[in-house]
């Protein structure tokens, strides 16, 4: 059995609180414990849970943004956790991450076109001459004009920017691509274009995405696996084909109660089924 | 090539933006500080006079068409010696701005980004600087270094680089935690390039509006050092000694102090309401 892309082996955060002298050390709550999961190439992993449950720091943790406390993060069977820090800065591109809000996820003072050509650049990926080709494909890609590529940031909405995001993750051409939230700060009718091209580049490009959100409907139309976590703990797993509706933790439970529903006026018509993504 | 190019779109685009937007009083603050560097600049095509050239036929005449400000107890040409005094006095707050800004900043963006240790030794530093008063520690050091123009320079450096490096570091450490930071990291760029490529643009703004008023501030300690004996030497034409020069004939013959004083002020004006309108319009390019 060949290991898997990404392998997180039980990793644990507490973040300290700042301790100044004079006032009493106060002990710190665990954002993550003992959390493991395995992501494939092509494999789409849904992480939900309520605000403050550690998906955030999770998502941290194996982009190596935050340095776990304890346990591995193995990228292709090597440990980012204690690898140097110039070994690691040439693995940080193959995990890529979209953050929750596209408003400050762009550098406010570099056009579309030279961030994307920057992360190319940078890692070496495209020599001076192409990489504006191949920030031009990266563009439709996802979506956007060409003429996007000399403008700022601040001439994009919340779901253009969000692509523009999309557009750098992959300019790095990652393995993995974390999307903490992608979505929540969007409009409904936004939301569903993004998704849809999150989905439509892991077909064409063979990615695993981990997908981290609160909405329990979305991550199950997006992800056959999901994790449920709840004070940074993985309270749940459910594996493919289990429909979310069987989930048998009594926070899940809840969780699946609380979703806002018109099924007891359409009960005759609507049933319930999880819907396929592929 | 392609990068290179970009940067030079991207930032002439944003000198253009500083030019042609802004309130009438940033406009016309530019507009006025243009006009006094070109009259430092051009000073020997505007008036005929040597400034250090003496006439003791014409001392302490009082303002008249063939002396606009009048003349010195030494005869000299106060108007004459107001426009030379412009290019030491600018000088001195150009140059007092520039290295401290530098310095500053640097220093300011290490201790923010990278925080910890690197942060504490750094933060005592500044603390222990900023503990003194302004004005003395100036006094003090260009007393123990001897007077003259360069020892200004390394006085004010010495002393005002800690408060770049203080608002610089302040924040660094708010946008260390944003996300297009955190991107950078997660994208694998080296410290130097998020620090120098992602956080300065976008810090440096403040630092600058600062250094706007402390310009004005520079040129009045140049000024006050020079009334001590401190900064420039006679016979240069300054500002600051042109009123400790003629101080002792305050009563018969004022222009020749108010002429300088003036000058210092309306310099000191212009440069804050160039202060304020780039602080309006660096409110208004980030967004915030």
Known sequence: ?278 | MTAGAEQTVARRSLLQRLLSTGTLSYRLGLLALAMIVLAAIFAPFITPYDPIALDMTSTLHPPSFVHPFGTDHLGRDVFARVLYGARIDLQIGAIGVAVPLLIGTVVGLIAGYFGGWTDAVIGRVVDVVIAFPFLVLVIAIVAMLGPGLLNLYIALTLVSWVLYARIVRGETMALKRREYVLAARNLGFSHSRIMFRHILPNTIAPAFVFGMSDFALDVQVGATLSFFGLGVQPPTPEWGLMIAESRTFLLTAPWAIIAPGAAIVVVSLVVSLIGDGLADLARGIDGR
Do not use: W
């Not at chain 1, 955060?13 to 009493?24: D, I, M, N, V």
């Not at chain 1, 849904?46 to 193995?74: F, N, Q």
């Not at chain 1, 204690?82 to 193959?94: E, I, N, Q, Y």
């Not at chain 1, 992800?223 to 048998?248: W, Y």
């Open chain 1, 1 to 278: 059995m060949s290991s898997p892309l990404l392998s997180v082996e039980g990793i644990s955060k507490t973040y300290q609180p700042g301790r100044s002298f004079l006032e009493r050390r106060s002990i710190a709550r665990p954002s993550l414990i003992d959390v493991s999961l395995a992501l494939d190439k092509g494999d789409i992993l849904g992480v939900v849970g309520e605000s403050g449950s550690g998906k955030t720091t999770l998502a941290r943790c194996i982009a190596m943004l935050e340095h776990p406390d304890t346990g591995r993060v193995m990228l292709n069977g090597e440990d980012l956790v204690t690898m140097p820090g110039s070994r690691l800065r040439a693995r940080r591109r193959l995990i890529q991450t979209v953050f929750q809000d596209p408003y400050a996820s762009l550098n406010p003072r570099l056009t579309v076109g030279s961030a994307l050509a920057e992360v190319m650049l940078v890692h070496r990926l495209e020599t001076k001459q192409g990489v504006r080709a191949k920030v031009m494909e990266l563009l439709a890609q996802v979506g956007l004009p060409a003429s996007a590529f000399d403008a700022y940031p601040n001439a994009f909405s919340g779901g253009q920017r969000q692509r523009i995001c999309i557009a750098r993750a992959l300019a790095a051409q990652p393995d993995i691509l974390i999307a903490d939230e992608p979505v929540s700060s969007l409009d409904v009718s936004i939301q569903a274009q993004v998704v849809n091209l999150l989905l439509d580049l892991r077909d064409r490009l063979g990615l695993a995405v981990l997908f981290i959100s609160h909405d329990l409907q979305l991550i199950d139309f997006i992800a056959p696996r999901i994790i449920v976590m709840l004070a940074g703990e993985v309270v749940e797993t459910i594996p493919d084909g289990v429909p979310i509706q069987d989930a048998k933790h009594a926070y899940t439970r809840s969780l699946l109660e609380a979703i806002p529903s018109l099924d007891h006026i359409f009960r005759a018509e609507t049933n319930p089924t999880r819907r396929e993504t592929r």
